[in-house]
């Protein structure tokens, strides 16, 4: 399987401006720019793409775990933020909200992390990941 994104950028750095597109079309033509990555432009960026990528690999990895060991997630919501710092993406941390039935915090806080090192996108990346969750 192969999925693809892309990218056009035009100009300078700082004066130009892109735009990124997804293979499934969901996401076309949208902005990003030198504003939108490093100040308070309107548009989006790398990072923040990155972290969309990161919170829904992550989801999908956990409530795979959670069936594998008989537990159905009645909600998982999961939110990366990501820090970009010195030119590199330093880590992305993990903010869950999850309602899974039946399940003792021992056993969901096990699957949970093993999730966090499991997930593709967590193998991907050089940062440090980190989980915080609410277990309801």
């Known amino acids: 399987m192969k999925r693809k994104?892309?990218?056009?950028?035009?100009?300078?750095?700082?004066?130009?401006?892109?735009?990124?597109?997804?293979?499934?079309?969901?996401?076309?033509?949208a902005q990003y720019s030198f504003?939108?990555?490093f100040e308070d432009g309107k548009?989006?960026?790398?990072e923040e793409l990155v972290g969309a990528a990161h919170a829904g690999c992550?989801?999908?990895?956990?409530?795979?775990?959670?069936?594998e060991?008989?537990?159905t997630p009645d909600k998982i919501e999961t939110t990366s933020e990501i820090t970009f710092e010195d030119g590199e993406i330093t880590k992305s941390h993990l903010i869950l909200d999850a309602v899974v039935p039946g399940i003792d915090k021992?056993?969901?806080d096990k699957i949970a992390n093993k999730a966090k090192e499991s997930c593709p996108l967590?193998?991907?990346l050089k940062a440090e990941i980190t989980l915080e969750y609410d277990l309801k």
């Open 5 to 29: 994104g892309s990218a056009v950028w035009k100009g300078s750095l700082k004066e130009g401006k892109g735009t990124v597109s997804l293979e499934s079309g969901v996401l076309k033509d």
């Open 35 to 37: 504003k939108t990555r």
């Open 43 to 46: 548009g989006t960026n790398p």
């Open 58 to 67: 992550f989801s999908m990895q956990l409530s795979a775990f959670l069936t």
């Open 69 to 71: 060991d008989g537990f």
């Open 106 to 108: 021992d056993k969901f």
């Open 122 to 124: 967590s193998k991907l």
